[in-house]
């Protein structure tokens, strides 16, 4: 005596997002895989030669197995919109332009308090007047 639900083989498969002709094709190929079905029977089902099934079949376990290799852990990084790049770019603009106004203010102010150290020739002209 077995409990808990009974198994849903190939009919998990009414459950998933995709078009009827994927669903069936997914259907079919589980069916044989769980022998519920002969080759010949999938074949005719989906009205398609041997090789092709098993071309088909061989394409879905491949994708599966891909599909199930282990990944790194955590949420993928997230990929930044052409719009947030932009935005990132500006901002970074935007503070390196404030930062170049800001040298800017200093040197104005030390020029203004130091004329000396920014025109050493109109010093030395005020210093020569002085000694004579």
Same mark, same amino acid.
């Given at each position: 005596?077995?409990?808990? %639900?009974?198994?849903?083989?190939? /009919?998990? *498969? !009414?459950? #998933? @997002?995709?078009?009827?002709?994927?669903?069936? =094709?997914?259907?079919?190929?589980?069916?044989?895989?769980?022998?519920?079905?002969?080759?010949?029977?999938?074949?005719?089902?989906?009205?398609?030669?041997?090789?092709?099934?098993?071309?088909? %079949?061989?394409?879905?376990?491949? /994708?599966? *197995? !891909?599909? #199930? @290799?282990?990944?790194?852990?955590?949420?993928? =990084?997230?990929?930044?919109?052409?719009?947030?790049?932009?935005?990132?770019?500006?901002?970074?603009?935007?503070?390196?332009?404030?930062?170049?106004?800001?040298?800017?203010?200093?040197?104005?102010?030390?020029?203004?308090?130091?004329?000396?150290?920014?025109?050493? @020739?109109?010093?030395?002209?005020?210093?020569? =007047?002085?000694?004579?």
């Amino acid at each position: 005596m077995s409990r808990g %639900r009974p198994p849903e083989g190939a /009919g998990l *498969v !009414e459950n #998933l @997002e995709g078009s009827e002709p994927a669903k069936k =094709r997914l259907r079919v190929i589980l069916e044989t895989i769980t022998g519920e079905k002969t080759v010949r029977e999938a074949c005719g089902e989906l009205g398609m030669g041997k090789s092709a099934f098993h071309k088909l %079949r061989s394409e879905f376990l491949r /994708g599966a *197995v !891909e599909d #199930l @290799e282990p990944k790194s852990a955590g949420r993928p =990084r997230k990929e930044g919109s052409p719009e947030e790049d932009r935005v990132a770019r500006l901002e970074a603009e935007v503070r390196m332009l404030r930062a170049e106004l800001d040298v800017s203010h200093v040197k104005e102010e030390l020029m203004l308090a130091m004329p000396q150290l920014f025109n050493p @020739e109109r010093a030395s002209k005020k210093k020569g =007047r002085g000694k004579k």
